[in-house]
Structures are given as C-alpha cells and as structure tokens.
C-alpha cells in the first residue's frame, strides 16, 4: 500500500512539473526604429534548440517553455543583433524587441565585360590514306608491303575576334 502511494505521489509531481512547463509561452513582435514591423526577423533562444522566424506581421511565439532565465537573441539583414535576458514566469509572457539599424558599408564593385567571337574548323584524317611501313620482311607473307592507317591528318583555322 505504501509502495502504490509513494508511486502515486511521484507521478502526480512529474504530471504537475510537466503541465507547468507546457503551459508556458513567449510571444512579441520584432520592430524597427520606427515602429514597422520586420517580418522574416530571426528569433532564437540561446542554448537551447528553440527558433522561430517572425511571421508577416513581425510576430513570434515560442510554446512549451520551461519557467526561469533564458537569453532572447534576434536578428535581421541590415539590423544589430539583439540578445535580451528574461525571466519566464508561468503563463503567457510577451516581449517586443526594437532593432536598431546597422550601417552597412559596402566597398564599390567594377563591372567590366568582353565580348568575343571565337570560329574553329578542324578536320582529320579525310581521306583515310594508308602508307607504306616497310616493303620488306615485317611478318607478311612474301614480301608483300603492310599498310597500317595513317597518323591522322589535322587541317583548320582558328579565329578570334574580340571588341
């Protein structure tokens, strides 16, 4: 009997610290200076596995959240990095993050372009001439001369117009 009590008691805390944990949620909105909302913002919780990207509207929400500190970073082009600590409590919380711009500097770029025309013929070995290795005793009956095809002869143009 005390065995199924302590068991029964066991269960009733490991039930009650996981529907604690479920209950819990982080929800805001990533803006800009001017209070527009940056959709597409990336919102991650630092050490843990949690990510989400900012709907449309600049929105986010993270959902089964353990109570306690956690470490809010968000980022987007042309932003700083924001990283906000946080203590979640148990229920719904909500944090807005503002981002504020990050200048940007880039180096200029040189674009240059060449056009060309480049016309190639080349043909071998047309005619598929045979010659003469020897016209002595290499292994053919009587002396008779072996033909062997010819090294292939090459024969073109290459044209190159550049402008």
């Known amino acids: 009997m005390k065995c199924i009590l302590s068991v029964l008691i066991f269960s009733i805390c490991i039930f009650s610290a996981n529907a604690q944990v479920l209950n819990n949620s982080l929800h805001g909105k990533i803006l800009d200076p001017n209070q527009n909302s940056l959709p597409g913002a ?8 949690y990510g989400v ?5 600049g929105e986010y929400r993270f959902d089964q959240l353990p109570s306690g ?25 909500s944090l807005n993050i503002t981002l504020e711009n990050d200048n940007i500097k880039l180096n200029s770029v040189i674009v240059t ?27 053919s009956l009587f002396g008779d001369p072996t033909q062997i095809p010819g090294p292939p002869r090459m024969f073109g143009t290459k044209l190159r117009w550049k402008f």
């Open 42 to 49: 990336s919102v991650i919780i630092l050490g843990t596995k």
């Open 53 to 57: 990207n900012a709907n449309e509207v």
């Open 69 to 93: 500190k956690i470490k809010v970073q968000v980022s987007y082009v042309g932003f700083k990095t924001v990283t906000e600590d946080f203590d979640v409590q148990p229920g719904q919380n």
């Open 113 to 139: 372009s060449q056009k060309s025309v480049e016309l190639s013929l080349f043909g071998s070995n047309l005619l598929s001439e045979k010659y003469i290795v020897s016209a002595g005793n290499t292994g």
